[in-house]
């Protein structure tokens, strides 16, 4: 089984930054993409950030800018580093792995139980 805990989130004032970070351990053979995920209320969830292993990124266009997405291959971690925070970027914020357990065996998706964003004056 493989898990995802992510730590980072909290409130924060408009202009502020917040850093996410999200390891992930257990049976692990290789991790292909690892990214960020949000949902507002009453929204569906959005992608935010991904990283590939080779570290081409990908960005949602309301956050690029301001938002840059890390990982360590090592430690098998994926970072969000959050700059000049917004009401609207208030959200649970959920971690993705996408994950090949045993080698030649097909990639799984893998969540995280998801950490709280609220930017609020």
């Known amino acids: 089984q493989v898990q995802l805990v992510e730590s980072g989130g909290g409130l924060v004032q408009p202009g502020g930054s917040l850093r996410l970070s999200c390891a992930a351990s257990?049976?692990?053979?290789?991790?292909?993409?690892m990214g960020w995920y949000r949902q507002a209320p009453g929204k569906q969830r959005e992608l935010v950030a991904t990283?590939?292993?080779?570290?081409?990124?990908t960005y949602a266009d309301s956050v690029k800018g301001r938002f840059t997405i890390s990982r360590d291959n090592v430690k098998n971690t994926v970072y969000l580093q959050m700059n000049s925070l917004k009401p609207e970027d208030t959200a649970v914020y959920y971690c993705?792995?996408?994950?090949?357990?045993?080698?030649?065996?097909?990639?799984?998706?893998?969540w995280g139980q998801g950490t709280q964003v609220t930017v609020s004056s």
């Open positions: 990283i590939t292993s080779g570290g081409s990124t």
């Open positions: 993705n792995a996408v994950v090949r357990v045993v080698a030649g065996t097909r990639l799984r998706d893998y």
């Open positions: 257990g049976k692990i053979f290789s991790i292909n993409a």
